[in-house]
């Protein structure tokens, strides 16, 4: 699975829309980009995934450019449970588990 | 939120001792997985299961074992517990179809004293 690099951290104010990047630029043509992030001390929770278009659901939406070397998750409207860390993962769909690897994420923290 | 729940919730033991974590499901997923996870390692996974009595190997399964008897029921096993095993345990499931998420459980704090 292709490596992703995200920034360590970043701070956004609540009610305003969070912007965050991810790079994979080594990324497959049959590799898909996943979200997911982690509330502390929670479990995992899955937010989004893409292949090239972009992505919109309840949660964010998922812009991936056109070389598909990154991609952005945007939450619409940051509230403060929004602080968690965020994960993005590039990985093969494959029919045969879905084995998730994670690597550092980017801190999040949604300020009033 | 899917239906996983984690026992026990934190469990303090001593080396050389057996630990059995167990993960529940009602949701009738195909695949379970079980991973750990560390300051500055992220999750990494242990062991998955495809479906009852069908295990395999993830990247950190030395120490660690399994067994899936029912859909609803995934269990890890460290039979004699290091230090090097204190961590947060996480369980997932997922359909098994390609692509489809994961759902996290609420983790297990494993202290090996």
């Known amino acids: 699975d292709a490596k992703t690099t995200q920034p360590t951290s970043m701070d956004c104010a609540e009610g305003r829309a969070a912007n965050l990047p991810c790079n994979h630029s080594t990324i497959s043509g049959n590799e898909y980009v996943y979200w997911y992030r982690q509330i502390h001390s929670q479990g995992p929770q899955y937010i989004i995934h893409?292949?090239?278009n972009n992505e919109t659901n309840e949660m964010a939406s998922l812009i991936i450019t056109e070389d598909r070397k990154s991609s952005t998750l945007i939450l619409p409207h940051a509230t403060l449970r929004d602080t968690a860390v965020y994960y993005c993962i590039v990985r093969v769909l494959q029919a045969a588990g879905n084995k998730l690897t994670f690597g550092g994420g980017t801190r999040v923290l949604v300020k009033p | 939120d899917a239906g996983i729940t984690q026992s026990p919730r934190h469990k303090v033991t001593e080396t050389g001792t057996p630990v059995t974590l167990r993960c529940h499901q009602t949701?009738?997923?195909?695949?379970m997985y079980w991973y750990r996870q560390d300051p500055g390692h992220g999750l990494r996974l242990i062991h998955y299961s495809y479906g009852v009595k069908d295990t395999d190997k993830g990247e950190v399964s030395d120490g660690y074992s399994v067994s899936r008897s029912k859909t609803e029921d995934f269990l890890l096993t460290l039979e004699s517990a290091t230090s090097s095993q204190t961590s947060v345990y996480f369980c997932?499931?997922?359909?098994?179809?390609?692509?489809?998420?994961?759902?996290f459980g609420p983790g297990t704090r494993l202290t090996v004293t």
């Open positions: 997932a499931i997922s359909e098994g179809l390609a692509g489809d998420e994961q759902y």
């Open positions: 949701e009738n997923h195909r695949y």
């Open positions: 893409g292949l090239k």
